[in-house]
């Protein structure tokens, strides 16, 4: 169904999903003037967004995954979303950037890829560190309460279930923007989707801000209870805590900053969805009223405030951009 949704304000579309991306959709399409329902059976937070550190990290996502390595320049785009974005939701954006530790052999390897990739990291004079200023972060659970207030005072409504294929009669579109395990029967786009369960360390102690550290197999993001990052386990949807994985976790994580050996930590599951090349799913699924948005591996916070011009895009018949062909929600079932 690829037709102008129209803003007359009679238009009901529904949400399915309220993580980073669902909610940056609602609060777009709010705006536009259309009727917004946004199912979650979650409470607010928990699910993969809650859970998150809330990077905008550009540089170190195409640093240390390589599914994004070909994708800087789009990461870079959509991160310069974010001042726009967050201004008028009260979002504070830590600009405290990136900041990579480890021996000489390892930060040698490091550096030479940042230099390929076209990001080169500045050395720190008389240190064995590299930094970055490019790299931002946002605290993610209040992040997703300013998204939530910011829609629902527009008029989006919240319903605590899940959306079901009964459901849709009674939307003129809905947008999957769930994880790899939900909404499968609505959009067959949605089986090329890979769950990555993420374990991620919450400290009661160590670095309250400065740029985010990153070592061999661990990142340490400050803040009031420092993440500690972050286990990507593909193929696993369950919620249960593996000790195995958080211990290795921990160990880097005082390696980089022994005063860690004293924290006590806490562990946050959450399951993501990727797709074979990183990028989300945007777009009309071959799916009549129903749209996709959903896949974006570890950068949904990053990708949010471009997939939800996208969609909005998408649904008012407007032209969605020189990235859309990037993110076409067809483009697997295509091939």
Not at 37 to 60: E, I, K
Not at 61 to 81: G, I, N, V
Not at 237 to 255: F, G, P, S
Request: proline fraction near 7%.
């Amino acid at each position: 169904m690829e037709t102008k949704a129209g803003a007359q304000g009679a238009t009901a579309v529904a949400v399915a999903g309220a993580g980073a991306i669902g909610s940056a959709v609602a609060l777009a399409l709010a705006r536009a003037g259309l009727a917004v329902t946004v199912f979650d059976p979650r409470p607010l937070g928990d699910n993969a967004s809650g859970v998150a550190a809330g990077m905008l990290a550009p540089v170190a996502e195409a640093l240390f995954d390589p599914a994004s390595a070909s994708h800087l320049d789009l990461l870079r785009r959509t991160r310069d979303l974010w001042p726009a974005f967050a201004a008028p939701l009260g979002v504070l954006i830590q600009r405290g950037g990136l900041r990579v530790e480890g021996d000489t052999a390892w930060l040698c390897a490091v550096a030479a890829r940042a230099e390929a990739l076209g990001a080169p990291l500045n050395p720190a004079d008389g240190e064995r560190a590299l930094t970055s200023d490019e790299d931002w972060r946002i605290e993610a659970r209040p992040a997703l309460k300013a998204l939530h207030d910011a829609a629902q005072a527009l008029g989006a409504r919240f319903e605590p279930r899940a959306f079901t294929a009964d459901d849709l009669a009674a939307f003129s579109a809905v947008v999957l923007a769930t994880g790899a395990a939900d909404g499968a029967g609505l959009a067959p786009e949605l089986s090329v989707l890979t769950p990555i369960r993420g374990q991620i360390l919450r400290a009661d102690r160590g670095p309250a801000d400065g740029p985010v550290l990153r070592g061999e197999g661990v990142y340490i993001c400050p803040g009031p209870r420092p993440a500690v990052g972050a286990t990507m386990e593909f193929g696993r949807y369950d919620l249960a805590v593996d000790t195995t994985a958080t211990e290795d976790l921990r160990r880097a994580a005082i390696r980089l900053r022994p005063q860690l050996a004293q924290a006590v930590f806490a562990t946050e599951v959450g399951v993501r969805a990727t797709t074979p090349d990183g990028l989300p799913l945007v777009g009309w699924s071959a799916t009549p009223k129903v749209m996709l948005a959903v896949g974006a591996r570890r950068n949904g916070w990053l990708l949010a405030p471009l997939v939800a011009d996208l969609v909005a895009a998408y649904l008012m018949g407007d032209n969605p951009g020189p990235d859309a062909a990037s993110f076409d929600a067809r483009r697997f079932s295509r091939t």
